[in-house]
């Protein structure tokens, strides 16, 4: 099936009782899928959303009771929900959002680009909050992916990010489900359900106290610490006496992989490393490859952003070259070969 | 003796932060005495907005999720349609639902969903100091229309009730004032039916309330409520806009 309709069926299977979207290319067949599948569910609901500000506040107010919620765009409708995501950080709601990220800037193109990795990992939205951000490379990684944004943004009750681009939500792979989907949906123990039985409770992120707010960002921070020691996942390959460490993202790394093991076919000592999430940023890990490895070359579909957290990780070790295409034009593996063969004897790495 | 006024269940004690003569503290009032004669007060989850009654949940003794400005149509759509069993209500001022929210509202209304919105209509941004409204009435002056509102450069006051009242979904539209006893009566009455129409599930219902603001409309609350008669529902006409609940009347 299509990496959008994976996510959307992993979604059901997790148990996600409410979804709101609205139009946008290359995410569409997500929002069809819950469409056709989600809204006749007992309990379940679907609503299209006259806009993407509407969409992630029905998310809010569907999160708020306790419901699973989720909802999917594509980088310029991500824009639009960033106010949202900022209060469902700041009043601790979980919620996954789902980014098919495409061109940019501006209406930018239908294609496949990853000129959103500031987007999502710096925030976006305003204030001093963090969301957690999954790069899965396939439509079983979609898939696997969207069951784990929803049990991690239970656990820490902080909003997930799930970054695809066109090209991995649109394209076919077999895909498997590890779980069957609950008859009941979940409820959260904590969502605001009526006062029954108790006193009343309120949401808010408005304070006039700014302690009461210094507060609430230190105890968001000591969280993020937890989540950064506890849930930061990447993958290496063929790293161990790698001379050259391709570092790449999502999709970016699926065709890098493809030129480095063709490049290990050549003899030429080349390894990769990719961040599965890209908050928290295994920079710790990253940074223990610098060890044994001088030379990166930081592969993106885009003009360079992941670049900025390679450079960070390794605190000035290191010699890291970017090789880029943006715009939705999408690189074949002979190219990024192409760059690492000439990188690998211009670096002298052959002898 | 038999005790004939008393603090509803669902008002909390507190003291309301609220200027004297402001509409807000009475129409919390009127909203809790509906909700405890409705008895309510256990499944009821409000959606307060950004503004001056951004604290009301100090207030009411319900459960409340505060909204972004604007967002409380689509907040109040996504609670209700997660637990379609809870009484949902959003509380929203003329700025949050007449400008920046216009489409959170209008599509909320038309989707029919079944929840009750209560519009407060005071002519002016409050909290941020009394800036000019979608609903500020032409030659009335605010901090950013200093000259007075001139239609051709600030734009028209916004009759958003008649602009619900023509939508598909939206089963009961009611503008009222909170300047008079008699007008207040007949707030708490419209807003009853508002709760009511949910209950029965008949879809989304629209109480807008013109509400005195003495502070930034700089007169005496005396005057405010004097105003309110001779100004403002000149502009914004009191009384039923759309009803399609076959019921005239509440109770």
């Known amino acids: 099936m299509t990496g959008n309709a994976a996510i959307g069926e992993a979604a059901i299977r997790a148990g996600c009782q409410c979804y709101f979207g609205y139009p946008i290319t290359p995410q569409n067949e997500l929002t069809e899928y819950m469409a056709l599948n989600l809204s006749r569910r007992p309990g379940c609901t679907f609503v299209q959303a006259e806009s993407e500000i509407a969409a992630i506040n029905m998310v809010y107010g569907a999160s708020v009771t306790g419901a699973r919620a989720m909802t999917s765009s594509s980088s ?31 209406l930018g193109s239908i294609a496949a680009s990853q000129s959103d990795y500031f987007q999502s990992t710096r925030g976006g939205g305003h204030g001093d909050y963090r969301t957690i951000v999954l790069a899965p490379s396939s439509v079983q990684e979609l898939a696997d992916s969207t069951h784990r944004a929803f049990n991690l943004t239970d656990k820490y ?9 066109g090209m991995l939500g649109q ?9 069957d989907a609950p008859s009941v949906p979940p409820v959260r123990p904590n969502g605001l359900r009526g006062a029954k039985g108790r006193s ?35 993958e290496s390959y063929m790293t161990d006496d790698a001379r050259l460490i391709v570092t790449a993202f999502g999709v970016a790394a699926r065709i890098a992989k493809g030129a480095v093991t063709h490049a290990r076919s050549m003899g030429m000592k080349i390894g990769m490393f990719r961040p599965v999430t890209l908050w928290p940023y295994p920079k710790d890990q990253l940074r223990e490859l610098s060890k044994n490895t001088r030379y990166f070359l930081d592969f993106e579909m885009n003009m360079g952003q992941m670049i900025d957290d390679v ?16 715009g939705g034009v999408i690189p074949t593996s002979t190219e990024v070969l192409r760059v690492i063969t000439r990188l690998y004897y211009q670096k002298g790495l052959n002898s | ?33 509906v909700i405890d004669e409705l008895n309510i007060q256990d499944k009821t989850i409000g959606v307060p907005p950004p503004g001056c009654s951004v604290f009301a949940y100090y207030y009411f003794d319900v459960d409340m999720v505060e909204s972004a400005h604007g967002r409380g149509a689509a907040v109040a759509t996504g609670i209700k349609r997660a637990m379609p069993e809870a009484v949902v209500f959003s509380y929203q001022g003329d700025g949050d639902l007449a400008a920046i929210g216009t489409g959170e509202t209008l599509h909320a209304a038309n989707r029919g969903e079944n929840i009750t919105a209560i519009f407060i209509n005071n002519a002016v941004y ?13 030659g009335m002056k605010t901090t950013t229309s200093p000259y007075g509102r001139e239609g051709k450069y600030d734009g028209h006051p916004i009759r958003m009730s008649e602009i619900i009242g023509q939508v598909e979904g939206a089963c009961y539209v009611e503008r009222v004032a909170v300047n008079s006893p008699a007008n207040i009566r007949k707030a708490k009455k419209a807003i009853k039916k508002a709760f009511q129409n949910q209950l029965n599930g008949l879809g989304y219902s629209l109480v807008e309330i013109l509400s005195p603001c003495p502070t930034n409309w700089k007169m005496s609350p005396m005057d405010s409520w004097k105003w309110v008669d001779e100004v403002m529902s000149k502009n914004f006409p009191l009384g039923l806009i759309k009803d399609k609940t076959g019921k005239s ?3």
């Open chain 1, 76 to 106: 310029p409708g991500i824009s639009l929900k960033q106010e949202g995501i900022s209060y469902l950080a700041a009043c601790q709601l979980p919620a996954v959002i789902v980014n098919m990220s495409r061109g940019g800037p501006g």
């Open chain 1, 157 to 165: 009750s902080i909003p997930v990010i799930i970054l695809g681009d």
């Open chain 1, 171 to 179: 394209m076919m792979e077999p895909v498997e489900f590890s779980h």
């Open chain 1, 200 to 234: 009343s409770r309120f949401v808010r992120s408005f304070t006039s106290n700014p302690a009461e707010l210094e507060e609430l960002n230190w105890s968001l921070f000591r969280r993020y610490q937890q989540i950064q020691d506890e849930e930061t996942t990447w």
């Open chain 1, 311 to 326: 450079k960070l990780s390794l605190e000035g070790e290191g010699d890291v070259t970017f090789y880029g295409r943006p």
């Open chain 2, 1 to 33: 003796m038999e005790k004939i006024y008393s603090r509803p269940k669902s008002l909390k004690q507190a003291v309301f932060h609220y200027c004297p003569g402001c509409g807000h503290s009475i129409i919390h009032r009127l909203i809790c005495e």
């Open chain 2, 126 to 138: 409050g909290m941020t100091g009394g800036q000019m409204a979608p609903t500020t009435m032409i």
């Open chain 2, 249 to 251: 009347h509440a109770d």
